[in-house]
């Protein structure tokens, strides 16, 4: 490979760097535990933890120091404000801390709690440091949408004995006791408590002080002198603190729950395990830390490259959240009391900014996350390409290799939409270049891909490469954009290009200078189906602590980088997404953007895609893709993905064709591989794994309806695109831990993929007693609990749900543009009753048109009972529904299945023999009733064990039209037309 991030120009840090660089292009073993904290290495940590223990041992008779102090109370406008106090040993005065509660009119509920003397900048800072001295409260800004707070400004107060109760949210069915002293809040619905702040006593607002003169020999420490509160070092870097000690922590109870999920990402099972030691539980916290943390461990709390410190407690009829809302470092501890019903404890502390806690009643997963997404905002609607397959490697190294896997796809018949190139495509790692060498000509190679309607994803990361004559580093300069050291000079550290300077994408010049790259005059080569992949964002700084930048780092308005380092990735892929819906793409109009990211915070759904970094090509990398994933749809990012293949190393073929297999399962589906890999394009398999592959392939791009609509309802009401049992049987107690299947939407469609090495049969569990049938054979699963399902290598297990229709589209095409003109089927699955429902949403898949309402959104509901199938239009706006109805008019249904037909139809005639094609009468939007010659196929049940299937073909429905088709006489003996 070339290291042309070691050009003798740039060889200044010698040695060191050279084994810096070395060691993130050689692949290591594991994961090096040495390069990141444990909560003991993390002074905030170790002493909240030991803060938590003392407080939790029964000697202690502990007693939490805060207090409401009661004429300080105010209700106004959906607030209530009120002065903590804290009680400090050994001190007088006490510390005032001001709280406010705010009431949201959908029930959520913040809780936000500040240090008055922090507030007016009345501290000293440290050391030379140009720091903000406020706690950090600007992570409403980039987490939660603009528009966020509509406040409930019907909360009813009450004032008893030291008891504060708010009645609040629809119907008032919420209330929020605030107990004065010691304080907390206790959250009720429906008479019972969900949620508990400070149930424990373990909050903890670390309150400014100076830093105490080191005792005189036989002397005690001062009790303020706090154990790693003042300089620390870790991995040879100090960090300096400015500010002192600042943590801030909480404890937060979930009484009757058993399960907790979220706080993603990492790499461990759906439902969070304990991390207070014992067993099959972790001894640290579950950490969030955006880190590049490559060559990840599996069945780990550690942290990885993004965080979402958002968590859901589930029980049978009651799901909750809360929202840590804080950016700093933070930890969180889960414990569970087993009683005669389990309480989940849990303990989050963070290393500075404001107490921030969101809290969410529920009562569904459904109503949960819509109240999360109102807060935080909705994943985004993608281009349509998006959600197709991409294929990746690190890396196409020129202009004739793209054109060669290009051709190889089509010459194998696998679709393809997206090829992506990764850091070599650059001249010497500046991005908005391309290398005169290898890549001579981009321009003509996006066009040459366009031709299938393909596109192009080229990387570009938020290290700035320090060298001459490179106008993005002198611009970065000369307009003051870049990221600080503690002493407010420009920062300076060590990424792919050596030597490089960060974009403070926090700024908000910043982002308009980003912006102005982006342009097709300025970016010279790319071209409107180019897109962008946001990497090493946490930031990823190869010299600095804990590969990331020093805590001491100041941004835009002197916020140090401790405050905001979870949000670090996410405002750098903000800047990029704007930047790409600010691309002229002809006449005026722009299109929507993509963004791939690998580190985030909660809101950063609303910009693009994430991906799990860098696994490997092992079978458990492989098996804990799908519990992160779903990890990240709970926590309202659903758009994910995990690299298909496994980042480092080679897969064996039995294992690149399992990845496959699950990875179109994957929200974003994208093979990659590391620079020192093997080549593994699919068609470089041999059989009979290529076409296994291929298949697999081919059926994420029939199911490409069924993929959009669910993103659709995903970006409408934040129910995650793919769904943990839980999730979709929310009553299902002994499913709620499952994290190795999941449903696609609301299709039915119920996926356990195989991620075992020679494994050739799996089981399914089945949450309820509607009829399943096999994707692929009919075969019929019933029954609550678990199914075998045999699944040699070429099987994928896969069951259809009774009760669903799913929308496909069955051509196979080079790409999904390819796709646009063709006609979809409906394939009706049965249920015990002979009933099905679903739903179709479709627009132009890459405008902002559909913003104006030119889309198409269908449900499809099949009556067992009148034996009637029948199209009802769900579009909001009649009159923006009728303009895109004519232009999407060509679109046609064009083949209905019916699967378990026998459930609703008498189809005994049709099984002997007996009938033959019959009349189905067509009723359109006009009430106009036409009668129609289906061609029909049916295929009799094999066994009692199978569903039969009936299939009616030329269909042409229209797919933006009401109708309804009457299916009475299909299969029937001949009967006179008007007895219809
Ligand atoms: C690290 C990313 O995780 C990986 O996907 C990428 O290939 C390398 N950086 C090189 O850009």
New binding site residues.
């Given amino acids: 490979m070339r290291v042309s991030a070691l050009s003798p120009s740039n060889s200044a840090g010698g040695l060191t760097i050279l084994l810096l660089l070395l060691d993130f292009i050689t692949p290591a073993a594991t994961v090096k535990h040495e390069n990141f904290k444990t909560c003991s290495q993390s002074g905030f940590c170790r002493r909240n933890r030991a803060f938590a223990d003392h407080a939790l041992t029964p000697e202690s008779n502990w007693v939490s120091p805060y207090e409401i102090k009661e004429n300080t109370v105010l209700l106004q406008n959906g607030i209530l404000s009120a002065e903590i106090l804290k009680t400090v040993p050994g001190q007088t005065e006490k510390v005032v801390l001001p709280l406010n509660i705010n009431f949201q009119k959908n029930g959520a509920v913040r809780v936000t709690i500040d240090e008055l003397k922090r507030t007016k900048g009345d501290i000293v800072l440290r050391g030379e440091s140009k720091a903000r001295k406020e706690r950090y409260n600007e992570a409403e800004r980039w987490a939660l949408i603009p528009d966020w707070d509509v406040r409930d400004d019907k909360v009813v107060y009450d004032n008893q004995k030291g008891q504060i109760t708010l009645t609040f949210g629809p119907e008032l069915k919420y209330k929020a006791i605030v107990t004065v002293y010691p304080f907390n809040i206790k959250f009720e619905r429906d008479g019972e408590t969900h949620v508990v702040l400070n149930d424990r006593g373990l909050m903890n607002v670390e309150h400014w002080r100076a830093q105490p003169a080191e005792p005189e020999e036989g002397k005690e420490k001062s009790p303020e002198d706090l154990d790693g509160g003042w300089d620390e070092t870790f991995g040879g870097n100090t960090d300096t603190k400015p500010r002192g000690p600042e943590a801030v922590s909480m404890d937060i109870s979930f009484p009757g729950y058993d399960h907790v999920f979220g706080i993603p990402s990492h790499a461990t099972s759906l439902s969070l395990k304990t991390t207070r030691g014992g067993e099959g539980a972790y001894e640290e916290p579950y950490r969030l830390y955006n880190a590049d943390v ?1 060559e990840y461990i599996v069945d780990s709390p550690m942290t990885l490259y993004g965080s979402i410190p958002f968590m859901q407690a589930h029980r049978k009829g009651s799901s909750v959240g809360v929202l840590w809302l804080n950016a700093a470092e933070t930890w969180v501890d889960v414990v569970k009391e087993k009683k005669t019903k389990t309480d989940t404890k849990t303990h989050w502390v963070s290393e500075s900014g404001q107490l921030d806690v969101w809290v969410f009643l529920g009562p569904t997963p459904q109503t949960l996350y819509k109240a999360y997404g109102e807060l935080t905002g909705f994943t985004k609607m993608p281009p349509s390409f998006a959600i197709a397959y991409h294929q990746c490697r ?1 890396n196409y190294v020129s202009e004739d290799d793209v054109k060669d896997v290009d051709r190889k796809f089509d010459k194998h018949d696998i679709p393809y939409d997206v090829i992506w190139l ?2 070599e495509y650059t001249d010497g790692k500046r991005y908005f270049t391309f290398d005169p060498l290898t890549f001579k000509e981009p321009e003509k190679m996006m066009k040459n891909i366009d031709k299938a309607e393909r596109k192009v994803v080229l ?1 570009i990361d938020p290290h700035i490469k320090n060298t001459e004559n490179y106008p993005v580093v002198e611009e970065l300069k000369s307009k003051d954009l870049a990221v600080k050291d503690k002493s407010g000079d420009i920062y300076e550290g060590w990424c ?1 290009p050596g030597s490089s300077h960060w974009i403070d994408a926090f700024n908000p010049a910043a982002i308009e200078w980003w912006k102005s790259l982006f342009k097709f005059d300025r970016f010279k080569g790319t071209a409107k189906n180019t897109y962008i992949w946001n ?2 964002n946490e930031p990823s700084v190869f010299n600095g602590p804990e590969t990331t930048m020093p805590k001491d780092n100041l941004h835009f308005g002197n916020w140090e980088h401790r405050d905001l380092h979870n949000l670090n990735g996410m405002t750098f892929m903000n800047a990029t997404h704007q930047a790409l819906e600010a691309r002229d793409v002809g006449k005026g109009k722009t299109q929507r953007s993509f963004v791939l990211t ?1 580190a985030f915070f909660a809101g950063a759904q609303r910009l693009g895609a994430m991906w799990t ?2 696994n490997e090509a092992k079978w458990e990398h492989l098996q804990a893709s799908l519990p992160m994933l779903l990890s990240q749809g709970i926590a309202g990012f659903p758009f994910s993905g995990a ?1 298909v293949g496994g ?1 480092f190393g080679n897969p064996s073929k039995e294992l690149l064709t399992r990845w496959y297999q699950s990875g179109i399962w994957y929200p974003f589906f994208r093979a ?1 591989a ?1 620079i020192d890999a093997k080549r593994r394009e699919p068609y470089l398999t041999g059989e009979p794994y290529t076409s296994i592959i291929r298949d697999a392939i081919r059926l994420r791009y029939a199911l490409l309806p069924a993929w959009y609509t669910a993103f659709h309802r995903a970006s409408k009401d934040g129910m995650p695109i793919i769904r943990p049992n839980f999730v979709a049987h929310p009553d299902d107690e002994e499913g709620f831990a499952i994290d190795d299947q999941a449903y696609i939407g609301d299709t039915g469609l119920l996926v356990k993929p195989v991620v075992g090495e020679g494994v050739d049969k799996v089981d399914i569990h089945l949450a309820d007693d509607e009829i399943y049938y096999d994707y692929w054979t009919h075969k019929i699963y019933q029954g609550k609990g678990k199914k075998e399902y045999s699944a040699p290598l070429e099987k994928i297990p896969l069951l259809m749900r009774g009760g669903h229709i799913i929308p496909r589209r069955d051509r196979p095409r080079r790409s999904s543009g390819l796709m646009k003109h063709d006609p979809f089927t409906l394939v009706l699955v049965l249920n015990k009753r002979g009933h099905a429902m679903g739903w179709l949403y479709h627009d132009d898949g890459e405008s902002f048109d559909y913003k104006q309402g030119a889309y198409i959104h269908r449900q499809f509901m099949y009556n067992g009972s009148r034996k009637t199938l029948s199209s009802r239009d769900l579009h909001k706006d009649r009159a923006a529904a009728e303009t895109y109805k004519k232009a999407a008019s060509a679109l046609q249904i064009e083949k209905i299945v019916i699967v378990g037909a026998s459930n609703s139809l008498d189809t005994s005639a049709l099984a002997e023999g007996r009938s033959k094609a019959k009349a189905i009468l067509v009723e359109d939007d006009n009430g106009k009733v036409k009668e129609w010659h289906a061609s029909l196929g049916y295929t009799a049940a094999v066994d009692k064990d199978h569903g039969d299937v009936l299939v009616i073909k030329n269909a042409k429905l229209k797919i933006g039209n009401d109708w309804t088709i009457y299916l009475e006489q299909v299969g029937a003996e001949d009967k006179p037309k008007d007895e219809l």
């Fill in positions: 490559f690190w990764d850091i990387i792919w990497d090493m690998r970094g860098d690299d980042f990659h590391h």
